[in-house]
């Protein structure tokens, strides 16, 4: 069950890994790019965006590039204390209207349509486990009509066929991999706090409860996972970095491939009326 607590004292000791989880590896870099692109196509300057479970700031930054206002929220007091630090070191500190604590399962701080857009990447979804409708109501709750919603979430297929074989070094394997596949839900005994990975069907299936829209879906990698050490090389190269970044747009934005990378993105739409 979803605990607070446990995921804030988790990313207050998780810290500066979050500032350099986007870029740490070539499939994250491909992560990175794919999540912006989705960014830059349907933000725009002078936008009111909340970013919800923002971490150390990667996409914050982006969104201050594209001229948003951003009330930027995260439920980690470190990773805010991150943010805030980062921006300031690019000088974009003028595009953040101000810095909030918050849960995205309750952001009762936040009146109905106070805002543009909202953007939760990076996986807070995946890690209110069980509150992951509750949530998804909050952020649309908070948009206004006709506004769109950005979700990023763990991709139970990708992250499974991406480490399947660390996985079937684990004590109890395959057994402790039963229950994962069956509902997607990964405990803190793993390694990690727990989290919730999602199947699109699955994903889907809990948009359609709402009063909105997919626009947009796409894995966040797909060409790119398992592939670092052939990538480390051939994206220094700016004329192949370009195109291998051409293709992975393309692809990953295939229905059947967006089950494959290690995180699955959605841009909703809300109703109009």
Request: charge should be negative.
């Amino acid at each position: 069950m979803y605990n607070a607590q446990t995921i804030s004292d988790f990313f207050d000791t998780y810290g500066e890994k979050e500032w350099e989880r986007l870029v740490a590896t070539p499939r994250d870099q491909v992560s990175f790019y794919i999540h912006t692109h989705y960014l830059q196509k349907f933000i725009k300057a002078g936008d009111n965006v909340l970013e919800a479970g923002a971490g150390a700031v990667r996409f914050t930054i982006e969104l201050a590039k594209l001229g948003a206002t951003i009330t930027v929220g995260d439920i980690s007091k470190i990773q805010l204390e991150l943010n805030e630090k980062y921006v300031k070191e690019v000088g974009l500190e003028t595009q953040v209207k101000e810095r909030v604590e918050l849960d995205i399962t309750n952001l009762k701080n936040f009146s109905d349509k106070s805002f543009d857009t909202v953007v939760c990447y990076g996986g807070p979804i995946s890690y209110v486990l069980d509150k992951g409708e509750q949530a998804i109501g909050e952020l649309l709750r908070v948009t206004k009509a006709g506004g769109y919603v950005f979700i990023s979430v763990m991709s139970l297929l990708g992250v499974t066929r991406s480490l399947f074989e660390v996985v079937t070094t684990l004590e109890g394997y395959p057994d402790i991999l039963k229950p994962v596949n069956k509902n997607g839900m990964l405990d803190d005994k793993l390694g990690h706090t727990a989290l919730k990975m999602y199947r699109y069907s699955e994903l889907k299936t809990l948009l359609q409860k709402f009063p909105c829209k997919v626009v947009a879906a796409s894995a966040a990698n797909y060409l790119s996972l398992g592939r670092d050490e052939f990538l480390a090389t051939h994206l220094q190269n700016e004329e192949l970095r370009k195109l291998f970044f051409s293709w992975e747009l393309d692809y990953c934005a295939e229905e059947g491939a967006i089950d494959g990378g290690s995180h699955m993105i959605a841009v909703v739409q809300k109703d109009s009326k």
